[in-house]
């Protein structure tokens, strides 16, 4: 692994030869340094392919030079930092999530003069894509780019087996019950399912006297591969740190850490801590829908493929479930930035439509996102039906619910799960550790652990001043 002098070295290496390469050719073209790394991207097969795009992208026109600076992403968060400070920041980076963008506050451009300006067209978008890129007190940050939805996922022959219809097929549909009752498709309805598909080793459910708590080898519901923030999106979008600065507990997030750790250890549909690790959901993996004994579980689109490689089931996408009547689909989204310290920001917002526009179906291919771009969208299923029947051909990938993938796109979580705070690191721990704490330990008083939760980050975020 390099160390961070190492790559400082790269970086500042690849700058000197790309200052120095083509002088005769480019000594009238704006230069424009493109920094990749905070994402994907920094992988040797993708590494030509993005030098490929910059080439392209000089050859077409003869105003602007664009320079590919890649640096690993273990050294690229430092190397950023270390240039931003140096007052040597590059002019455009991405593809990034929503995490890099907030470990530079207050760094990114406002794109809304120059979206104004060009009359750049913003149709092809979702309007909450277009929404959720808007900051505030800082303004448009970006533009959408590749996207990766959540949604529910089934498994249809526990469903079967329970003998229970399925969840619904689209948002806004009713979820019709085993008696043939009606029902908002929530979270309440998503429990009373949860417990039916919650089955002992006896074969009971958790709906039952008998169902014994001590050997249960399947569960009905699980919110896979997140953390305390993603699994509390749930309930409503929400943060732990508010516009000013001060450490909160969210109501609806209070609310869903009730509801979890009481479906955890009073009602035995999801697995608290103790299960999580057990062989029957997969021995610490944390793919608990791939061992074939969850009945559902929340997830976003970079999973498909390789998390059910291993899974002899039929499945399905289906909504995620709505909370007091807002349905919140947590999102995964990368797109690219422009630095606000730019001396060129109107060429840098040149080459950031090249890479949202006519690249923007290369490019979110070589990342593995889906396109943000609607029109892009059909094709990008088409694309991902055929590639993924090549690889699982036991899966009928082309009659899956590709509509409802898409339609969790209307229902982004803003603010995201995954937005910034205060010394972030120590205050990410810290809220991990209370996960910890209450997935380990039914007898937890919730809400005091909560407070207690509070409170650090306060202290955490004090110290941060």
Do not use: C
Request: no cysteine; charged share 20%; hydrophobic share 40%.
């Amino acid at each position: 692994m390099r160390s961070k002098k190492q790559a400082t070295l790269i970086v500042l290496l690849s700058l000197i030869l790309a200052l120095t390469a083509g002088i005769a050719g480019a000594q009238d073209r704006v230069r424009i340094r493109w920094y990749v790394g905070l994402g994907a991207g920094t992988d040797a097969p993708l590494v030509a392919a993005q030098e490929a795009v910059v080439a392209d992208f000089n050859e077409s026109q003869d105003k602007i030079e664009l320079v590919l600076e890649i640096v690993d992403n273990a050294q690229a968060y430092d190397v950023l930092s270390t240039q931003i400070a140096a007052g040597n920041a590059p002019d455009i980076v991405g593809p990034m999530g929503i995490r890099g963008r907030v470990s530079f506050p207050g760094a990114w451009l406002d794109l809304t003069p120059q979206i104004e300006s060009n009359s750049y067209d913003l149709s092809d978008f979702d309007p909450a894509l277009i929404d959720f890129y808007q900051v505030e007190g800082e303004g448009q940050l970006g533009i959408p780019f590749a996207v990766f939805p959540s949604f529910l996922m089934y498994n249809i022959d526990l469903f079967d087996e329970a003998g229970i219809p399925y969840p619904p097929s689209a948002y806004g549909e009713a979820y019709t019950d085993w008696e043939g009752v009606e029902h908002e498709w929530n979270t309440d309805a998503l429990s009373e399912v949860a417990k039916i598909l919650s089955v002992d080793i006896n074969g009971n459910d958790a709906t039952m006297d008998e169902y014994d708590k001590g050997n249960i080898v399947q569960f009905g519901f699980g919110n896979q591969f997140t953390d305390v923030r993603g699994r509390a999106t749930l309930f409503g979008s929400a943060n732990f740190v508010d516009a000013d600065g001060n450490a909160v507990i969210p109501d609806v997030w209070r609310e869903a850490e009730h509801w979890y750790h009481n479906a955890m250890w009073n009602d035995y549909f999801y697995p608290n801590a103790v299960y999580s690790g057990s062989e029957i959901m997969g021995g610490g993996s944390a793919n608990w829908f791939d061992t074939g004994n969850m009945g559902m579980i929340t997830i976003h689109l970079w999973f498909l493929g390789w998390g059910t490689a291993n899974l002899d089931a039929a499945w399905d996408f289906a909504p995620v479930p709505s909370h007091n009547g807002v349905t919140t689909a947590k999102l995964h989204a990368d797109t690219f930035g422009v630095m606000n310290s730019s001396e060129h920001p109107d060429e840098a917002f040149t080459v950031l439509t090249y890479l949202l526009g006519e690249r923007a179906a290369d490019l979110t291919s070589l990342y593995g996102g889906m396109p943000a771009r609607l029109s892009l969208q059909e094709d990008f299923i088409e694309r991902t039906v055929a590639a993924q029947s090549e690889i699982y051909p036991d899966i009928d990938w082309a009659n899956l619910n590709w509509d409802v993938v898409l339609a969790g796109l209307q229902h982004p979580d803003n603010p995201n799960h995954e937005e910034g705070m205060p010394s972030f690191l120590e205050a990410s721990a810290r809220y991990n550790e209370y996960g910890q704490l209450v997935d380990n330990n039914g007898d937890e008083d919730v809400d005091a652990a909560l407070d207690a939760l509070r409170d650090d980050l306060q202290a955490i975020f004090n110290a941060d001043m």
